[in-house]
C-alpha cells in the first residue's frame, strides 16, 4: 500500500524489456555477482549475514517461498493448513523433492531442522526468535510428507517466519559437530549445489541436473568477494562482475554517463530498511524525553538527503516504513530546527553557563558518544553532519567508529551512550524487539532500554492480532507515541542502487530487492550470444 | 662542529627547513586555516575569534568593522554540502572532499597529528629504550640478560602486526596510537644506549667518578647518557619518519584518530571511494605525508653522516 | 662451534617462550570479554545466557589464565591453534591455506629487490662521493619515503582505472586462466612492495661494502695495484656477504609489515589481509597463531643467519656471538 510520497519516488522504472530477438529465455550461462564480504557460514539455520542468505538460497529450498508480493507461495512445502486459530501448522512437503545427494526430502529433515535451530549448541540465533512460542510435546513428523508444527500461542506473522525454515538433511547434519563442520561445505535441496568455494574470493554454484522442480536458466553462478565499493564498480565497468551494489556517489556521477548506457542497467528500489539512531535511556541526559526530542531535532534530514544521498533516500517519522500498511501518515517528519532544540534544552535546564559553547547542567556539559559502524562512506558522512549540527545547538557530540564486533560488543553490554544502526528488516512491521520492555539487551534488540507500559501492552496486542485492519490501528498508535517520545530516532531509508549488465535479463526486484524472494534471481537469464564468463573447464 | 658539517649538504638543510616549516604550520594551524578572522574589531571591541570562538558554529553579531582573515579562510572540519567534491580551484585551491571541507585546511591541521604523533611517540621510544638500555648497559649481567631477551622478543614482531594490534583492540584514538608506536619502536635506541654504555663505563672518567663515590643515578644521568645521545638522536630521527608514516597507515586503514579529527592518512583513506572522479583527494595527502617522511629521513642521515667521523 | 650452536637454540628457545608469553598477555589484557565476539556475529540478536556458560566451558574461558595459557602454548607447539571464530575453520587450515600466497609475493618482490638494489649498492659503493652517486643515494631515500598505500593507489589509478592495462585486485581473474593471468595479477602488488626494499637493500649493500673497503687488507691490495672492480668483486663483496645475511633476518617482519598494506589495497588473499580482517572481526584464535607465525618465522630467519653467519665468520664461533 505505497502512499503518495512512495510513487513519487520509487526508483527506476521495472527492467527494460530485452530485444525481441532475445524475447525468450534461454538457458545456460554463468552470471558473476559480487558479494562485499566472505561468506560466514553456509549453514543456513546459523547463518547471519546478508550474504550467507544470499548464497544458502540457491544451495537450500525454505518450508516456504515470499513471492514478489512478498506472500507465502510453496516452496519445500507443497501445501499448508493454519488450524486451531494459529497454534497448529500442516505443511504437505512436495514429494519429489530431492536433496543435492539424490536422497529424497521427508518430513523427519524438518522436525531435525527444527531441533537444530533450537539446540543452544548451534546459535541459530537468527532464526530462534521467531519460535520462541514452539511447542515441542505437539510438533511431529506426521508421515513421510507431512508435518505438524504446534506453538503455544499464535502470532499474526508466524507463517512467513517459515520462510527462514531452510530445511537440512537430517542423514548428512546429524553427523559431526552441527555448529563447527558444516560452514563450508552443503547439502541442500535448492536449484544449485555447490561447485567450489575459495575462501575469501569467490564462491561458485552449478545447476543441478536432477533438480525437482521448474529449473532456473543459468547454469552457473559465481559470487565473487569484492570489499571495495569502488573497485567492485570497476570491476563492473570492466565486465569482470555482472552486477554490483552502488554507492550514491557512483550513481550520481555514472548513471547519466552515456559511456555506460549500452553495457549498464542502473537500478535503484526501496527495501524493507531504515537507519535510526538508539538513544541509551540508562544514561540520566538521555533519559529525559526533551533532550532527545532536541537531538533529533538537530537531523539534518532534508540536507543529507539532497548531498549525501543525492536524493535517493528518505525521511523517516517511526519504526515503520513508509511503504508498509503500518506506517501512520499523520505522523510528521520531525524538521531541522537548531533554534527549537536549543528552546527545547533551555526547557530541560540546559544551558552554556561558562561560555566554551556547550550546554551544561548542574556543571555537567551535555557530551554525547555516538557508535558509528565502519564501512559505509555515507554513514560517517551523517555522523559528521549530525556532529556539526549538534555543536551549533551546544550539544557535544564524539563519534566512535567501530568495526561491528566491536561496535556490538559494547551495544550488547549497555556500555555506549547512542548508536547509528542501520537495520534491514522483514516482511513483518512488528516493532515488538526494539520497542518492548522485556526486550532490553542482551535478551533482545531494545538498545534504547526503553520501557513504557501503554506501549508494552500495544505491542503484545498487536503482535496476536490476526486481523490486518485492526492491527494497523495499533501500529498507527505506536507510531505516534514512538515518533512524539523518541526512544530512537528513526532518520532515513535509503534506496538500493544497483549497477547491472545489461546482458542479464528477467531482473525484477520486491520489497525485499533483487532476492530473498521467489523466483527472483532463479529467472534471471543471458541471451546465447552474450555470455563471457563461460569457464575454459567446466 | 656538527652542525657545519650538516650544513655542508644542501639538500639537507632544505629538508631541515621543510621540517621547521611544517612544525610553524602545525603550530600555528588555528590561525592559518579558519574561517572566522584572526582579530577583529566591532560594536564590543576587538577581539580574537579565531583562537576563542567555537570554529563551527556563526554566532549572531554585527559585521565587523576591522578583521584580519586567516591565510586560508576555512576551517578543517567547517562541512559545506554546497561544495562537495570540488576541484581544485574557486575559492578552495586544494579542492574539497566529500563533506565539503577545504582539503588545504585540513592539511595543515592534519599536520599537528602527524607531528604530533610522531615527536610524541618518538620521545616515548626514546625515553623507554634509554632507560632500558642504560640499565643493561650500565650494570650488566642479570639487568643486561633480561633487557637483551626483551629486545630479542619485540623485535621478532612485525611493527605494523603490533601496532596495529594494540590499536585496534584497544580504543582507537590519537593517544592509543602514540603509546603503540612508542612501546613498540624503542629496541634500536635501547640497543645503541646499551652499546654505548658498555663502551663508555670501562673509560677513565667513569671509573674515576665511581671512585669518587658518585651515586649510579648521577654517573649515568651526568656522564654516560649524554655521551651516548648522539647515536641516539639519529635513530630518533629516522624514528619520526616511521611514526609518521605508521600514524598514516593505521589512519588509512581506519584505525586512526577519530572523526572528524583530520589526518593525511584518513584523508587519503576517504579517497581512495572516490579515486575514479576525485583525483585532487589522492594527490595532496599523499604528497604532505611523503614530503614530511622525506625530510625527516634525509635530515636523519645527514646527522648520522656528520656525526660520523669517518665520512666526508 | 657446536657450543656456540646449542647457545644460540637455547636463546632461541627462551624467546619462543617470550613471544608466546607476549603474545597472550597483550590479547588477555584487551579489555571485554571475548564470549560476545564468538555469539552475535553478523545479526544484533539475543543472547541466552546459558549458550554463554557453554562456550565459557567450551573454551576453558573459565579456567585461570596461567592453565590457559599452557593449554594454548601446547596446542601452538603442536601448530594447533584451535578453530576461528569468524567460521569455525581450524586456525592451522586457514593459516596454510594463505600463507603460500603471501610467500609468493614476497618472494618474488624479495629477489626483484635484490638483484636489482645489492649491484646498485655496490655500484654506489664503487663511486663513493661522486654526483652520480649522491644523486641516486637521494633517489633512494625519497623511495623509502614513499607510503606504499599511496603508491598503491596511484598504480591503480594510472595502469587499471585509466589504461586498463592490468587488473585491479584479486590473484586471479577465474579459476584456470592460466600462468600470464596470474602474472598480470601480480605486477602492482609486486611493484609495491619492491620499490622501498629495492632502496633498502641498496643503502645496505652499500655501506657493508664501504666498511670493507675502508678495511686494511683492501687497502693493501689496492696499493699492490689491483683494479677496483677486482677488488670489489673478490675481496670487498666477499666479506660484505656477511651483513647482507643478517639482512635476511632483519627483512621477514619487515615483508609482513608491508603485506597488511598491499594485501589489503590489492585484495591479496594472504596472511597480512586475514590478520587485518581478524584483527577487526575480534577473531583471537587467529589473531594470536599469526602474531606467534610471523614471531617464529622472523625468530628462525635471524637464527639461520646466525648459524649461517657462524659457518661463514670463524671469528664468531669463537668470540661473544649471542648478541
Known sequence: MPDEKSVRDAGTPARTPPPADNGFPQDGGTLVRRIDTDVVTLNPTINASGNDRLVCDYLFTPLIYLDQELQPIPGLADSWEVLEGGKLYRFELNKSATFSDGKPVRASDVVFTLKKIFDPASEALQVVGAFEYLDWSRTRAVDADTVEIAFKQPLAAQLIRFNDVIVLPEHVYSKGNFRNDFNTTAVGSGPYKLARRDAGKEIVVERRADYWRDKPHLQTVVFKIINDHGTAWNALRRGDVDETRLTSDVWLQEQNNPEHARFIDFKRFYTINYNFIAWNRRNPHLADKRVRQALAMCVPTDQVIKNIYHGTARAMSGPFTPDSYAYNPTVPVIRHDIAGAKRLLTNAGWLDSNGDGIVDRNGKPLKVELIVMSGSGPTQQFAQMLQAEMKKAGVQLDLAVLEFTGAIQRILKGNYESAYFAFELDNDPDPFNILHSTQAPPRGQNYAYYANPAVDKLLVQARSEMDNSRRKDLFWRLHEIAADEQPYTFTLQVSSKWGMSKRVRGVETSGYGLYRWFPGPFAWWIPRDQRTHERAVQ | MTWTRFRRSRLATVALFYVGLMAIIAALAPVLANRKPIVQRDATGWSFPALTANQDVDLEGAAPSFAVRALVPFSPNAIDLSARLEPPGNGHHLGTDDLGRDILARLIHGARVSLAVGFFATAISLIVGSLLGALAGYYGGVADWIVSRVIEVVVCFPFLFLVLGIVALFRPSIWTIMIALGLTAWTSEARYVRGEFLRIRELEYTQAARASGARDGRIIFRHLLPNALAPVLVSASFGVAVAILTESALSFLGLGVPLPMASWGSMLSMAHEHIEYAWWLVLFPGLAIFTTVAAFNVVGERVREALDPRSD | ????????????????????????????????????????????????????????????????????????????????????????????????????????????????????????????????????????????????????????????????????????????????????????????????????????????????????????????????????????????????LLPLITLLGITIPYLMSGSVIVEKIFQWDGVGLLYYDAILARDYPVVMALTVVTAVLTLLGSLLADILYAVADPRVRLGEGAQ
Open chain 3, 1 to 240: 662451534m657446536t657450543t656456540y650452536l646449542v647457545r644460540r637454540v637455547f636463546f632461541a628457545g627462551l624467546t619462543f617462550i617470550g613471544i608466546t608469553i607476549a603474545t597472550f598477555a597483550l590479547i588477555h589484557s584487551v579489555p571485554g570479554d571475548p564470549i560476545t565476539f564468538f555469539i552475535g556475529r553478523g545479526g544484533i540478536n539475543s543472547i541466552p545466557p546459558e549458550m554463554v556458560e557453554r562456550l565459557r566451558h567450551e573454551l576453558h574461558l573459565d579456567e585461570p589464565l596461567p592453565q590457559q595459557y599452557v593449554r594454548w602454548l601446547r596446542g601452538s607447539v603442536t601448530l594447533d591453534f584451535g578453530l576461528s571464530t569468524v567460521d569455525r575453520r581450524p586456525v592451522r587450515e586457514v593459516i596454510l591455506e594463505k600463507l603460500p600466497n603471501t610467500f609468493r609475493l614476497n618472494f618474488v618482490a624479495f629477489l626483484l629487490a635484490a638483484t636489482i638494489g645489492v649491484p646498485i649498492g655496490l655500484w654506489s659503493a664503487s663511486r663513493s662521493g661522486r654526483l652520480t652517486e649522491r644523486a641516486s643515494a637521494v633517489g633512494f631515500f625519497l623511495l623509502y619515503s614513499l607510503p606504499s598505500f599511496w603508491v598503491a593507489l596511484i598504480l591503480i589509478q594510472l595502469f587499471s582505472v585509466r589504461m586498463n592495462w592490468l587488473p585491479l585486485f584479486g590473484m586471479q581473474s577465474d579459476y584456470d586462466t592460466g600462468f600470464v593471468d596470474r602474472l598480470e595479477h601480480m605486477v602492482l602488488p609486486v611493484l609495491t612492495l619492491t620499490y622501498a626494499q629495492l632502496a633498502i637493500y641498496a643503502r645496505f649493500s652499500k655501506s657493508a661494502v664501504t666498511e670493507v673497503i675502508r678495511q686494511d687488507y683492501i687497502v693493501a691490495a689496492r696499493a699492490k695495484g689491483a683494479g677496483t672492480v677486482a677488488v670489489l668483486w673478490r675481496h670487498a663483496f666477499r666479506n660484505a
